[in-house]
């Protein structure tokens, strides 16, 4: 099956710094990239979608200055969140869809970000 | 808004039991999906639904779309402790982006 990868897996940063968390299908090319956010006990949500080439589309209430999303190529999209705050601390899962007609989306493994 | 409701959030149950988690909607959707996840790691695919009316079994589960394909139904059998995990169903409304149900935690004890 198709796989996607995340790194890091865990990250614990300081109050103020960046984080960049990396998203890649690793056996197919992906035109579209999706970023979840998952706080404890609760189910995912859409942060972003990104599309290879052009600007992500933000949902609402997410900040896009703070939340920066890049999808350079078929099989790589970044997401940096930047002046990490304690309340940024959540479970960051991305998703993939392939280039084929299917809906199917396939999930990474998530990151795990703990701001201190 | 929460447009996909899944119940029932919570669920402990003893390994052999029967169990059924709904997720109901008012909107249409062209497909539904169920994934498990586990504590620390991205949810795993169960299942697509596509068609109204649609039942598919996958071992000792068994996935149904409702015939307007606003609501769909995971059923259980003889459930394990293997089982256990937090189930999601999701679908999509615009393009391909998915909204996620609020998910049931499934607890199956030996």
């Known amino acids: 099956g198709a796989v996607v990868s995340q790194h890091p897996s865990r990250v614990i940063c300081k109050s103020g710094t960046s984080v960049k968390i990396e998203c890649r299908s690793l056996?197919?090319?992906?035109?579209?990239m999706f970023w979840y956010r998952q706080f404890p006990k609760q189910s995912l949500m859409l942060m972003a979608t990104?599309?290879?080439?052009?600007?992500?589309?933000?949902e609402q209430g997410v900040e896009k200055d703070k939340f920066l999303i890049n999808h350079a190529s078929l099989t790589l999209s970044t997401l940096t969140v930047t002046s990490a705050h304690p309340e940024d601390s959540s479970f960051y899962i991305c998703s993939a869809k392939p280039r084929t007609g299917r809906e199917t989306q396939y999930f990474g493994p998530g990151t795990r970000l703990l701001v201190l | 808004t929460q447009l996909l409701e899944q119940s029932p959030q919570f669920l402990s149950i003893q390994e052999g039991e029967n169990l059924t988690v709904y997720c109901n909607s008012s909107s249409v959707f062209s497909s539904l999906q169920w994934y498990r996840q586990e504590p620390g790691e991205g949810p795993v695919l169960l299942v697509t639904v596509v068609t109204g009316g649609e039942v598919k079994k996958l071992k000792r589960l068994t996935f149904q779309f409702g015939d307007a394909r606003k609501d769909s139904s995971l059923h259980i059998t003889a459930a394990q402790p293997g089982d256990t995990g937090l189930y999601l169903c999701?679908?999509?409304?615009?393009?391909?982006?998915?909204?996620f149900g609020k998910g049931t935690s499934l607890l199956v004890t030996p």
């Open positions: 990104s599309n290879e080439g052009s600007k992500a589309t933000y």
């Open positions: 999701a679908g999509a409304l615009r393009g391909y982006a998915l909204n």
């Open positions: 056996d197919f090319q992906a035109t579209t």
